[in-house]
């Protein structure tokens, strides 16, 4: 139990468009969902906490709207980058925490953002 | 605001020597503490967990870590390393029952067999 899923797992697209990556808890229902950027040989950075049904919180330095997040359902969280440049060219990773009194993340597998 | 220390970047070691990653925090107050390893192309695994009581703590695959009060310590260890254990292990600490979720930078581990 407690699996995490991410699609797409890799996506290339062109300066000033805009990405979607989805994060679906599959075996159960996240009340909380994070999302951490993760730089080649670098720690994952937490860019957000999404709570399902309100708006979500943004760690400092992170601009929301460049990465919009929505929280949608108990399983599902998304996250758009928007008007993408290539610095924004990195790994995604999104986990979730099963119920309120869950201390634990659930990662899932990443997705590989490319903006060329 | 909470911060999170590994001591090595990366560790080389030869099969069947024995490990031990060191793992410190800075935030005060209760702590839940985990290791992840995250192995070559594969995303993160939880490996072990503390949140309460008996300090040592065992995981999965032979890894257990020792939790220290007093030293904001939460080092990892396992007796005989194999090649299999080669990846990149991250120490991560939650303050306040899961809030503030913080990973350390990780050390890469590389086994030589």
């Known amino acids: 139990g407690a699996v995490v899923s991410q699609h797409p797992s890799r996506v290339i697209c062109k300066s000033g468009t805009s990405v979607k990556i989805e994060c679906r808890s599959l075996d159960f229902q996240a009340t909380t969902m994070f999302w951490y950027r993760q730089f080649p040989k670098q720690s994952l950075m937490l860019m957000a906490t999404?709570?399902?049904?309100?708006?979500?919180?943004?760690e400092q330095g992170v601009e929301k709207d460049k990465f919009l997040i929505n929280h949608a359902s108990l399983t599902l969280s998304t996250l758009t980058v928007t008007s993408a440049h290539p610095e924004d060219s990195s790994f995604y990773i999104c986990?979730?925490?099963?119920?309120?009194?869950?201390?634990?993340?659930?990662f899932g597998p990443g997705t590989r953002l490319t903006v060329t | 605001a909470q911060s999170v220390s590994q001591h090595n970047h990366h560790v080389i070691l030869s099969e069947a020597a024995s490990l031990e990653l060191g793992c410190n925090y800075s935030y005060g107050g209760t702590v839940n503490l985990f290791w992840y390893v995250q192995y070559p192309g594969q995303h993160l695994q939880l490996l072990l967990k503390y949140f309460s009581g008996d300090p040592l703590v065992k995981g999965i695959k032979g890894f257990e870590a020792e939790f220290i009060k007093s030293k904001f310590s939460f080092n990892l260890r396992k007796p005989s390393v194999q090649w299999s254990d080669t990846a990149e292990y991250f120490c991560?600490?939650?303050?306040?029952?899961?809030?503030?979720?913080?990973f350390g930078p990780g050390t890469r581990l590389s086994v030589l067999p």
């Open positions: 991560a600490v939650g303050e306040n029952y899961g809030q503030n979720f913080v």
């Open positions: 986990s979730a925490r099963r119920g309120t009194n869950s201390y634990e993340q659930y």
């Open positions: 999404s709570n399902e049904g309100s708006k979500a919180t943004y």
